[in-house]
């Protein structure tokens, strides 16, 4: 008796379907971390390695803590083949690719992401095939079955954004508001009307280029918003802002 494929859980068709499904975002090299955000409820877990201080085995070690309990998509760093093949076999439910500016890079993350025909993915054999106990079943599933994200987070990335839609293989646009902030002079400043113009428009794009929308905030009220706008796949909050704002905020209140 093998284990479990990652994508037996249906991930991808529940985020297609437009489900609505929020997750945290988690930097902390810390299995325990994601437990305590599995323990808290989230639909799935947004593994930070573009910002986290994550090697693949750290990010191998939370994906075998909470991998079972929720999905893990992974922020890779770069949008390297290494990276992409790499965190698809330890066993992600798929990829978010940061800063996705032009067709061509989507392509290119598009092609590391999928096996032939559809890319050139490499075949190997590690935690995802179940260490090849399940090798033919992975094979066989992985390209229907694995979330394929893209970062839409500068204005460059707004600019193409009918185009970034329309490559195929690409199931969600992730707006990364802080981002898209800095891009347009304006840093943090996500609630300013040129920065929700920008988010309002690459909603309205996915709805005509059937793609999930996606977003992240950090405080919950922002995040209820954008779900009632029509984003289904939420980012909510960052685990080490959760603790450092529970631990400031005690503080403050002892010291009253
Ligand atoms: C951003 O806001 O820039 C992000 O990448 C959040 O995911
Ligand atoms: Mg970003």
């Known amino acids: ?58 990010v191998e070690a939370l994906i075998q803590a909470v991998g079972n309990q929720m999905p893990c998509l992974v922020r890779i760093p770069v949008h390297e083949e290494s990276w992409i093949g790499k965190m698809l076999d330890i066993g992600a439910s798929g990829i978010i690719a940061p800063q996705v500016n032009t067709v061509e890079q989507a392509q290119q993350v598009v092609n590391y992401a999928k096996y032939p025909p559809l890319g050139e993915r490499g075949v190997g054999v590690a935690r995802a095939q179940r260490y090849g106990a399940r090798f033919a079943d992975y094979l066989e599933h992985a390209n229907e079955s694995l979330l394929t994200v893209i970062q839409i987070e500068h204005i460059d990335a707004v600019a193409n954004v009918r185009e970034l839609a329309a490559v195929g ?6 707006i990364g508001p802080y981002d898209l902030s800095m891009s347009m002079g304006i840093p943090g400043q996500v609630a300013d009307p040129k920065v929700q113009e920008c988010i309002a428009e690459v909603l309205e794009v996915c709805r005509e280029a059937g793609k999930i929308p996606g977003i992240f905030g950090l405080q919950s009220d922002a995040v209820r918003r954008y779900r009632e706008q029509g984003f289904s796949l939420l980012g909510l909050g960052v685990d080490a802002v959760f603790l450092s704002s529970a631990a400031t905020q005690a503080l403050e209140k002892f010291r009253q």
Not at 26 to 46: C, K, T
Not at 169 to 174: C, E, H, N, Q, S
């Open 1 to 58: 008796m093998s284990g479990a494929l990652v994508f037996e859980n249906n991930f991808r068709k529940r985020v297609c379907a437009g489900e609505s499904l929020v997750g945290a975002i988690v930097s902390l090299n810390s299995p325990q971390v994601a437990e305590i955000m599995a323990d808290a409820g989230f639909d799935w877990l947004f593994v930070d390695a573009e910002h986290g201080a994550y090697g693949p085995l750290a």
């Open 169 to 174: 293989g690409v199931d969600a646009l992730f």
